[in-house]
């Protein structure tokens, strides 16, 4: 008999999210309320909590970078990265993200997914430089539209990664898939796995890369959206 | 052999400069809140293999309610006006780019050196974690080179980087909460009972029809647990291996590697990937914290509609 009651969990989540509470209270209440309709006493799901919570300290690691990066804008670094941009004959946001794009895929495919990223690249140097791009095409910019500027230089980076990291032989996801279908006698190199990653890399940098076109488009024609 | 444990005593201290600096910000009028979440997480970092699983529990609970009775204050505004950062970037140059670029550079060649070549051997650095050990290196390589060449008062790093870390505040924290409640979900069995309900739809007769069903339920799954891993080992053995490998004699590289990548095309659209969709928006201050999300709406949806193809044309056509 499968038991559907900490399916709820879930929906806490969605409706917590929805209504906008604060979403680390929402996490927390959701594993709770999960943890006791899987029959679990309160006790042990808080130290399944905290056990999760301890074992997944490596995603925070990448925050030591910030003490850096704020020293380096204290000196101008975003104004230079603008600049720099504005120099640059023929720079557009949107051929700027393209660049950018076929970049973190590459890099990614080498297995070295945490050179680029939100903290160490997308603010402090590419987000100033898709908006100098901008702003040298079509001067001072709306509101609205610097914030579409900056989410798409985030969702780049981000597309870029998930859709170049499994070409590298030896990453994680791989590694899991060859585990997931060994355990049911099916046994396939990373290899023979990672190779099927390259058709959904070269769809995503067609498609994210349209799109990216289409911004510089959009920004010509001024238009809002 | 320098592995993770060396770099959480280096984020320790990094999270107690945060509470340090945040301390030290007389503008912000809820400091003493900032000051809580990040000495808490510095006591996380170095003391968390030491207070048991029911004091990280604790902690995290003081963690939330911080966060959730809105404790927390905004950092003071930026420490430079526009001009002076303007004449100080002009007076620098591209220079300043280089202290910025070490961290990727060291990352990139130093993970190349120590992966494929002879140093490999000697084992200075747990392979498990090259890149983020040498990332690490980066940080402390780029923090001297920046004060030897710009000579900034003594605290500034501290300074500039709480006040930095109190614009992004509880966002943060939340990749980390995710990743936990990852394991609530699936020590509550969830795993098994979204496999045994969507097993009870399988349609049978349509190849198609059961690759759709497949893919949108990576997508659908991987929304819901934030990662694509928790979802996959879930759907393969729901549709993957009995139906479409064994009924339909699919291509297992393809249904493999294809189906993990359509479950990409979930993170992309759900908040629950706090560090790739929350965090940034957070990091960017932007006004929505799901401005990320919804740009990479539109590139999530066809993208998935191709993965969708290649695994039905790659996998039982090819």
């Not at chain 2, 670029?101 to 130093?110: K, N, R």
């Not at chain 2, 996959?232 to 004699?249: K, W, Y």
């Not at chain 2, 929505?288 to 056509?317: E, W």
């Amino acid at each position: 008999m499968i038991d559907y009651w900490p399916l709820l969990g879930i929906a806490l989540v969605v409706i917590g999210f929805a209504l906008r509470f604060n979403p680390l209270l929402v996490v927390a209440v959701a594993g709770i309320v999960t943890g006791l309709l899987g029959h679990m006493p309160f006790l042990k799901v808080l130290a399944i909590l905290g056990h999760g919570f301890n074992e997944n300290r490596y995603v925070s690691i990448i925050w030591i970078i910030l003490p850096v990066i704020g020293l380096l804008e204290r000196y101008g670094l975003q104004e230079r990265a603008r600049a720099l941009i504005a120099s640059i004959r023929g720079a557009t946001t949107g051929r700027l993200l393209i660049v950018y794009l076929g970049l973190r895929q590459i890099i990614s495919a080498f297995g070295l997914t945490s050179v680029f990223g939100p903290a160490q690249t997308v603010r402090p140097l590419l987000a100033p430089m898709a908006l100098a791009a901008a702003e040298k095409e079509h001067g001072e910019l709306d509101e609205e539209t610097v914030e579409r500027i900056k989410a798409m230089s985030a969702a780049t980076d981000t597309v870029g990664l998930f859709f170049g990291e499994d070409i590298f032989l030896a990453v994680a996801s791989i590694l899991l898939i060859q585990a997931a279908l060994a355990g049911f006698g099916i046994q396939l190199t990373p290899f023979q796995l990672s190779v099927w990653a390259i058709p959904s890399a070269i769809c995503a940098f067609l498609i994210h890369g349209a799109r990216l076109l289409l911004l510089d488009r959009r920004l010509r024609a001024g238009t809002k959206t | 052999m320098i592995n993770l444990h060396w770099l959480y005593i280096l984020a320790g201290a990094v999270f107690a400069g945060f509470a340090l600096g945040s301390a030290r910000d007389a503008a912000n009028a809820k400091r003493l809140g900032n000051v809580a979440l990040w000495s808490l997480l510095a006591i996380s970092f170095w003391f968390g293999d030491l207070i048991g699983d029911l004091g990280n529990g604790v902690l995290v609970l003081a963690l939330v309610a911080i966060a959730g009775l809105h404790l927390l204050g905004r950092a003071a505004g930026e420490t430079t006006s526009v001009e002076e950062r303007e004449q100080l970037s002009e007076r620098h140059g591209n220079k300043l780019f280089l202290p910025a670029l070490i961290i990727p550079f060291t990352a990139f060649v130093g993970t190349l050196l120590f992966s494929y070549t002879p140093l490999k051997s000697i084992d200075l650095i747990d392979p498990k974690s090259v890149t983020l050990v040498l990332l690490g290196c980066g940080v402390l390589l780029a923090l001297i080179v920046s004060y030897a060449w710009l000579k900034p008062p003594a605290l500034s790093a501290i300074d500039e980087g709480s006040r930095l870390a109190n614009s992004i505040g509880w966002a943060m924290v939340l990749p980390q909460m995710l990743a936990s409640l990852g394991v609530i979900f699936a020590a509550a069995g969830l795993g098994t009972t979204i496999g045994a309900l969507v097993g009870a739809i399988i349609p049978h007769g349509s190849v198609f029809l059961a690759v759709l069903l497949y893919g949108f339920g990576m997508v659908i799954f991987t929304m819901i647990m934030g990662n694509a891993f928790a979802a996959f080992p879930v759907m393969v053995a729901a549709i993957g291996i009995p139906i479409l490998i064994h009924a339909d004699g699919g291509n297992p590289a393809v249904i493999g590697a294809v189906g993990m990548l359509t479950g990409f095309c979930g993170t992309l659209m759900t908040p629950m990937a706090a560090n790739f969709n929350i965090v940034p928006a957070a990091l960017l201050e932007l006004k929505s914290q799901y401005a990320v999300i919804r740009m990479q709406v539109a590139t999530a949806i066809p993208l998935f509609i191709a993965n969708i193809l290649i695994l039905y044309i790659a996998g039982f056509h090819l």
